[in-house]
Nanobody, 126 residues
Framework: QVQLVESGGGLAQAGGSLRLSCAAS????????MGWFRQALGREREFVAA????????AYADSVKGRVTISRVNAKNTVYLQMNNLNPEDTAVYYC???????????????????WGQGTQVTVSS
């Protein structure tokens, strides 16, 4: 059974940084793209970033471009989300997700993902 476990969330001040991690287990993840989404209170879950299995393809939401970097270490089945210059609008529960896409592709649509983690809360104070 596939499990995705996020960690690294917490409280940060505006302008600060956080690094989220997502550890995957339960199967071989060769060919699996990974993505990060977030959901603020009262809002729809939205795309943040995605990365292909090999790491050659990445995608970012316009709202985080230039402040966020997604990366992965396949030997550890782990994907990271480095977030810099945080602002209060980044406050949300952050979810990682995965889907098989072969060796290319970094999906940006929520509906494309098959497995989801439980989320980690990020709160940014002004």
């Amino acid at each position: 059974q596939v499990q995705l476990v996020e960690s690294g969330g917490g409280l940060a001040q505006a302008g600060g940084s956080l690094r989220l991690s997502c550890a995957a287990s339960g199967r071989t993840f060769t060919g699996y793209a990974m993505g990060w989404f977030r959901q603020a209170l009262g809002r729809e879950r939205e795309f943040v970033a995605a990365i292909s299995f090999g790491g050659a393809s990445t995608a970012y939401a316009d709202s985080v471009k230039g402040r966020v970097t997604i990366s992965r270490v396949n030997a550890k089945n782990t994907v990271y989300l480095q977030m810099n210059n945080l602002n209060p609008e980044d406050t949300a529960v952050y979810y990682c997700a995965t889907v098989w896409k072969g060796f290319g592709g970094a999906p940006t649509e929520r509906s494309e993902y098959e497995y989801w983690g439980q989320g980690t809360q990020v709160t940014v104070s002004s």
